[in-house]
């Protein structure tokens, strides 16, 4: 079936990384043996970081099996321990460190368009909130594309309740998409581009969580059980397979899940759900043909590649090359063309490898604008004695250079960037979604990990007979004093983009407040006109600002004064610039981390407005930043003069002056020096200060005692962001001073309520608010407020790190009132 030029481009996308790869004779040995496998397993799980890496990884190196993970959502619902980013900006993070992890454990990456909306205790409130026909129709078609031999549950589709309600729901839609997959009445439009598949065998990854404690798991019969012994050592690679998944799963930096490698034996077990039984439980491919005979008219070419492993030389891996060329062409002959299409791209890889090809394409500028002509260089070099020419570079056309021995050629070209190219950015994130699902349309983006990158250069070389088709994605490359050679994506800009440099506004009272717009050039000489909207109600002048930046790259600030309505209200404002009669309202994000490639997101450039009934008490706050939250920048909004403290400035005289201090989010989990500080910090209190502590996990603590009276953390929360809020004391201060809190104050909060709820607490402690999710029982560990001197310690695990942020009135009440208690 011939496929339309996007479904190519698109898989292209999967395969291309900014940094050049340059295998040694022992990871390219490693890559033949692969080659030489036609066998696929499947992963699925529901977030980054639910995936086995041991055993993704035992089945990449030991087994040589083609081997993917479907992660059903991107993460985005969790917390950040590396920045600030949350929701979508935490989802591309994630996203990328999971294209990190593939990189090192050998896996691929694949996700549905499901949204990871926060914490789900049932499936079924799960499959409510997921469009859950779509995320089938996601499943089918990632299974359908992969066509996996073998499916891997890390979760049990029986036992819901038992684990977060997304895990459950992974499996359970697994179960419906192994049959479904096979169907040709099942979204029958897919098969425009792929066939029915039906795998072999489904199981489930079981562990001793699944049976409570490892004592337990120990006892259990685990006699039907697939037992796979995953506790290998590679001596071509230097690792065990413990090792390289600890490398894996270590680049889920923003969970903090670094994880340190292991040695010597080790086991998963996997129960069989669907599909054959097994005799051999070492092998999960037993029954399958995993060899090129599968294929029609493969066993040449599994026998070709089977004398060149055995014939392979360390020392001098380009031996190898003409053979492999001749492997090359047969596969090109190939009827079955997804095994062609896979093997084609792993054979192309290795030739370069083998004889140190290296080709790159490099741009003289870091981004540039659609329409645009992008300047280039291009290299091209053999590092063999393989005899190669170079044949063509596109916008080159045909060059004929011969690619002698370690002797480069290298040239300009000039390329055309079609006007209607599309912008940069994560694909998911350009249409507005759901809370449970993103909007893409396009049914041949669906699965595809990353950002879609469209720019590329084509090398077309010569070894003997045969031309080869190398295909490389335009970088930009520099050199920095400190890392050296640096490499970063190209990435496609609008003209202009802009940013309201707050937000949230919050606004308390009917005066007029100055609201500072970015605007940042894409373009040299780029002259127009800004305008800031607001819904009506809201009063903003002037009409509109003109602008006029000469150089690409250059920003200025301007500035427009927003009058809020009289009563309470809650707005989006909304930046737009103008050039030419053509309207721009992105904002461009830029996502930079170490462990992960660069990002650019572009997203609306909005910004909340809230205009609230609120009163402050107190001026002063000490805030000791946690795990990362955009708290203190909220409490400023709201009129307090906050000063960020680290835990090593915390002392008596310190604190003298502040009317609060305020424990960001986790901070007992990830600050080691306030185990010192805890004392001095009650102190504080009992002399008349307040202190309020936000959530922290069950995990380890830093302190012995949290709190100045007893107090147990336990994993309750309420996930239901809309769950009736009950008054357990009415007339405590936190409902009443300086902010009379009703049932409205608790209309509007995103995401959850709150977690990791204390469920024991000393008879000090007053707990003031009681809600749950359905059918459950209350939980009053939300806010508990105690008297200890002549000051207060509250705790809370309301999820005021989500809803400040997000402009939420109420919050904004409830938190003033928590900080100026007794003031």
Known sequence: MKKPLIYLLLFACTLCFAQPQKPSSAEIYNKLEKLNFLGSALYIAAHPDDENTRLISFLATKEHARTGYLSLTRGDGGQNLIGLELRELLGVIRTQELIEARKIDGGEQFFSRANDFGYSKMPNETLEIWDKAKVLQDMVWVIRKFRPDVIINRFDHRSPGTTHGHHTSSAMLTQEAWDLAADPNYEPKQLEYVKTWSPKRLLFNTSWWFFGSKENFEKADKSKFVNLQTGIYFPLLGKSNQEIAALSRSKHRSQGFGSTGQRGDDMEYLELIKGDDLKNRQNLFEGIDTTWNRVQGGKPVGDAIAVILKNFDFKNPSASVPALTDVYVMINKLEDKHWARIKLEEVKDIIAACSGLYLEAVAEQQSITPGSTLKLKWEAINRSSIPMTLESVTAAGNIALPLDNNVGQAGDIDIKIPENSNFTSPYWLTEKGTSGMYRVDDLQKIGIPDIIREQFVDFNVRIGATTIPFKREIVYKSNDPVMGEVYQPLD????????????????????????????????????????????????????????????????????????????????????????????????????????????????????????????????????IMGAGDNVPESLRQMGYEVALLTP???????????????????????????????????????????????????????????????LRLSRDRVTEENAKMTFLDPSNQVLNHPNKITDKDFKGWVQEQGLY?????????????????????????????????????????????????????????????????GK
């Open 757 to 821: 709820y204390p469920d024991q607490w000393g008879p000090e402690f007053v707990p003031v608010l009681s809600s749950n999710d359905k059918g459950e029982e209350a939980k009053k560990g939300g806010l508990l407020v105690a008297k200890y001197g002549k000051g207060y310690y509250i705790y809370t695990g309301l999820s005021f790190f989500r809803e400040l942020p997000e402009g939420v009135s109420g919050a904004y009440r409830l938190m003033a009132n928590i900080i100026g208690i």
């Open 492 to 623: 496609i800009i609008p003209a202009v983009t802009t940013k309201i440099l707050n937000k949230v506004q919050l606004f308390t009272n009917n005066k007029k407040q100055t609201i500072s717009i970015r605007i940042k050039a894409g373009i040299d000489n780029c002259k127009g006109s800004l305008r800031f909207e607001l819904p009506a109600g809201w009063k903003v002048t002037p009409v509109s600002i003109p602008f006029d930046l000469a150089r690409k790259g250059s920003e200025t600030v301007v500035d427009f004064e927003v009058t809020p309505p009289a009563e309470p209200s809650e707005a989006t404002g909304r930046s737009i610039a103008t050039i030419n009669g053509k309207d721009f309202d992105r904002e461009q994000m830029m996502i930079t981390y170490p462990h992960i490639v660069s990002q650019q997101v572009l997203m609306p450039s909005t910004a909340k407005f809230t205009k609230a009934d609120l009163k402050i008490r107190g001026e002063k706050i000490a805030y």
């Open 648 to 710: 090593e400035a915390i002392s008596a005289e310190t604190l003298k002056g502040f009317d609060a201090v305020v424990m960001g989010i986790r901070a007992y989990n990830v600050l080691d020096a306030l185990a010192f500080k805890q004392q001095i910090l009650f102190d504080y209190v009992k002399n008349g200060g307040n202190m309020v502590v936000q959530y922290n996990t069950t995990g380890e603590l830093v302190v012995k005692e949290l709190a100045p009276y007893p």
